[in-house]
């Protein structure tokens, strides 16, 4: 053991020799591989689908693709929609129906329902046949009002298709290609060509045209997210640079930091499209993550460098120092941070995963840029002069850290009393968080598109699909009374429900042939009776012959299978719980088990059970994250009682910032668990580096507990203060975004990282003192058998 004990203390200025006796072969390698990373941005796109939360076993899943193999994608409708009177004019009900012409002939486009195409059934002597609805342009305003109001008044099948019936806002559904819905085709056509037809029905009608449907939505929303994720870097460049020279006052220093983090941006870039992985909403949030936590690597290392030149102004030594003293504590450090995202790799979510490979591999990368570039980069300088290492000994710096210091020394027992306080009204609040989120709550709230999606909540109960499919397990079965009986009846329950659209099935088009059958008369739009039911079937066979397109969305090839398609509002995830719950009792009490198998599905309900999914396995993702990392610790110190107190003030500010949650009304959902893993191996860091100089400390004093606990504050307090308010300001800028999932990320890791600060800085001492007898005699914190610290190590700033 000894033997291994003394590698570990030659292992980092064996290090420090190999990189600066060959700075230029290392300068080499850092151009050519980061010029192989430029090479890979090629390969670097913006994901063009909804990246599934749930494995592709999910039985949730496995139930969508059963019923998108029978139906195909639900997923794939643009909505196009003007309120009723702005098509009360000749000129604006022709540009609307051009339009509609338009959008048919581009190829990306399948098929349109829209005003200009539907078929109105009418009965000619005993035989009922489809007509166009809208067969020649509208010669006049009072011809295009008489249209409309037919419409309104005497097509009630077309409700909630084309037209609502409240507010009788016009809508046109165009399908596209489900081969190019989710490829960089849709987006191309969405912000090119659509926009364009659109702006011109515009400028044409007067009207405005208020757009939705998930490929819509999906590609503005990847617009937003390309340019906040550029805002991001420029923020988070901007923001650590400011503060990188306000502490340090240096020109230079603050140039060689940002040389490391561009360096580390680029190679996430590299990295992300060698792995062949896309730009989604979290893996588009590394690059500014790279910049903000490679920057307090550049301040441990700059801060040392800068020590050791102030105290015998050798730079050959000095840089030597910096890395054989300060490389494997950082080492430490960013392999915890690195531990917080790698938790997200065992997940079995795709974009957790994708998420904590990128960001782990890429925390290593900036830790191995920043130890070999900063050192090379002073070598090839001058020594900094005095006024660039003024900053260590700056008034208000000190202040603070004395004023850390005191409340340590003096108010031990009100530090216990305000940590308890904290806690018992963290739990307090802990207690009234909701589990809960909503599909669109998240979405920039200052765009156009969110304000279409609102319109859409209001008069058309929404944009969520939601399917019911229902096997009757026989041929034909789907067309036999009892089981449109059961259909309407379904129907109508749901139709009851004011966040659930009526669904369309194939009962209302038998419903449309009966009314069609009694002169058009709205009354008899119902289902016909058993005595009715043969004479008007056929009668309607033409005219449903004709409707061929719209039957097969609603029933499948062998008559077996009927579908129920409806929209549901934006709710909170509690609600669409009790929606579901309250669909599927109703599904129990129509449709008897032995005899038909109703599926209930949609991308509604599959955000639903994500969502559930991906809580509970950030749960997980936070307790291996608090297990990997007091592994670290045990190995670092060699002491249950070292572990524990570790991870008391990093697990105080988590509670804390859940509690504030509860208090002010954040919810838990994806957006806001994902912090707790983030933070946590963030935070944990500054302890880290408190530890490995107390235990320095502890074998230059004799194992005075009290003199080493004040001399590792006074030696680590400046570079904990200056690496937490970067991280701070750092995470701060993803306020910025428009996303409130972003938003919330930025929010609460910055508030946990300013909690943990204050506790390591305050409690963690405390803490030390408080057990300092045991501690003392603990003989294996004496004497590790593997001190994988060399025994010189400084681990301050």
């Excluded at 974009?351 to 002073?378: D, H, K, M, T």
């Excluded at 200052?446 to 279409?452: G, L, P, V």
């Excluded at 369309?504 to 009715?532: H, M, V």
């Excluded at 499948?556 to 929606?579: A, G, N, P, Q």
Aim: proline share 4%; with cysteine; net charge neutral.
């Amino acid at each position: 053991m000894g033997k291994l004990a003394t590698f570990f203390e030659g292992f980092w200025p064996f290090v420090a020799r190999i990189i600066l006796r060959n700075r230029v072969w290392w300068i080499a390698g850092l151009v050519l591989l980061t010029a192989f990373f430029v090479s890979q941005w090629r390969h670097v796109k913006f994901s063009n689908e909804e990246t599934s939360v749930l494995p592709t076993d999910h039985p949730e899943i496995i139930k969508y693709t059963q019923f998108t193999d029978v139906f195909g994608a639900e997923d794939n409708a643009i909505l196009i929609a003007v309120e009723g009177r702005d098509l009360f004019t000749a000129n604006s009900f022709n540009a609307w129906n051009r339009l509609s012409k338009q959008l048919e002939a581009a190829p990306e486009i399948v098929s349109v329902v829209s005003l200009d195409n539907i078929e109105e059934i009418v009965r000619l002597g005993n035989q009922l046949e489809a007509q166009a609805f809208n067969p020649r342009e509208a010669l006049s305003d009072e011809n295009a009002k008489s249209k409309l109001y037919h419409l309104f008044e005497r097509l009630p099948f077309y409700e909630n298709l084309i037209y609502d019936p409240n507010s009788r806002a016009i809508r046109t559904i165009a399908f596209m290609d489900p081969d190019v819905v989710n490829t960089k085709v849709r987006s191309e056509f969405i912000l090119n060509e659509f926009k364009s037809l659109v702006e011109n029905f515009e400028r044409a009608s007067g009207a405005d045209a208020k757009i939705s449907g998930m490929p819509y939505i999906k590609t503005r929303n990847a617009e937003t997210l390309k340019k906040e994720m550029i805002l991001f870097v420029i923020g988070a460049l901007l923001v650590t640079a400011l503060i990188f020279f306000f502490f340090f006052r240096s020109y230079r220093a603050t140039f060689i930091s940002m040389v490391v983090v561009l360096i580390g941006v680029s190679w996430s870039f590299g990295i992300i499209g060698l792995l062949g992985f896309e730009i989604t909403i979290l893996t588009a949030l590394i690059p500014p993550l790279i910049i903000v936590i490679g920057i307090p690597n550049c301040i441990f290392l700059i801060n040392k460098y800068q020590q050791e030149v102030k105290k015998h102004g050798n730079q050959a030594r000095s840089l030597i120092r910096v890395i054989s003293k300060v490389g494997n504590a950082t080492l430490m450090t960013n392999l915890t941070t690195a531990s917080g995202f790698a938790t997200f790799i065992i997940l079995s979510s795709s974009l957790l995963r994708e998420f904590g490979i990128v960001a782990s591999i890429n925390i290593i990368g900036i830790f191995i840029l920043s130890l070999l570039i900063i050192p090379i980069i002073y070598s090839y300088m001058s020594l900094p002069k005095n006024k660039h290492l003024q900053h260590l000994n700056t008034p208000w710096i000190d202040l603070f850290v004395k004023t850390m210091e005191n409340i340590v020394r003096e108010h031990r027992i009100t530090v216990y009393i305000t940590s308890v306080v904290l806690l018992v009204l963290s739990i307090i609040g802990i207690y009234q968080i909701e589990i809960t989120g909503s599909r669109i709550e998240d979405l920039p709230k200052n765009t156009d598109f969110y304000e279409d999606i609102l319109f859409y909540e209001k008069d058309f109960n929404g944009i969520l699909p939601v399917e019911i499919l229902v096997d009757t397990g026989r041929e034909n079965g789907a067309l036999s009374g009892a089981t449109l009986s059961r259909v309407e009846k379904l129907s109508e329950e749901i139709g009851e429900n004011p966040e659930l659209s009526t669904p369309l099935s194939i009962s209302n088009l038998f419903k449309y042939a009966k009314q069609a059958y009694y002169k058009g008369l709205r009354k008899y739009y119902q289902l016909p009776t058993r005595q009715e039911r043969n004479f008007i079937l056929d009668a309607a066979n033409t005219a449903l012959s004709g409707e061929a397109d719209l039957t097969s969305s609603m029933v499948d090839s062998e008559k077996r299978r009927i579908r129920l398609s409806l929209m549901m509002k934006d709710v909170k995830t509690s609600r669409m719980e009790e929606i579901e719950e309250d669909l599927n009792k109703s599904i129990e009490k129509i449709f008897p088990k032995e005899r038909y198998d109703v599926a209930l599905t949609g991308k509604a309900l599959l955000y639903l059970k994500g969502t559930r999914y991906l809580v509970n396995n950030l749960v997980l993702s936070l307790f291996l994250a608090v297990v990997l990392i007091s592994l670290l610790m045990a190995y670092l110190f060699r002491s249950f009682q070292m572990i524990i107190i570790s991870l008391v003030p990093n697990l105080l500010p988590l509670i804390i910032t859940a509690g504030i949650m509860g208090f002010i009304g954040v919810p838990i959902k994806p957006s806001t668990i994902l912090i707790f893993s983030i933070a946590f191996g963030i935070s944990v860091d500054d302890t880290i580096h408190f530890l490995a100089k107390y235990r320095q400390e502890l074998v230059q004093n004799n194992w005075q507990i009290k003199k080493s606990v004040y001399a590792a504050l006074k030696e680590t307090g400046v570079s904990m203060f200056y690496t937490s308010i970067v991280l701070f300001f750092g995470f701060s800028v993803f306020m910025i975004s428009n996303y409130g999932g972003t938003k919330a990320l930025g929010g609460l890791i910055s508030a946990t990282l300013l909690f943990a600060m204050l506790a390591n800085l305050v409690l963690l001492p405390c803490l030390l003192l408080s057990l300092e007898r045991n501690i003392a005699n603990n003989r294996v914190l004496k004497q590790p058998k593997i001190d994988i610290l060399p025994k010189d190590v400084e681990t301050e700033a």
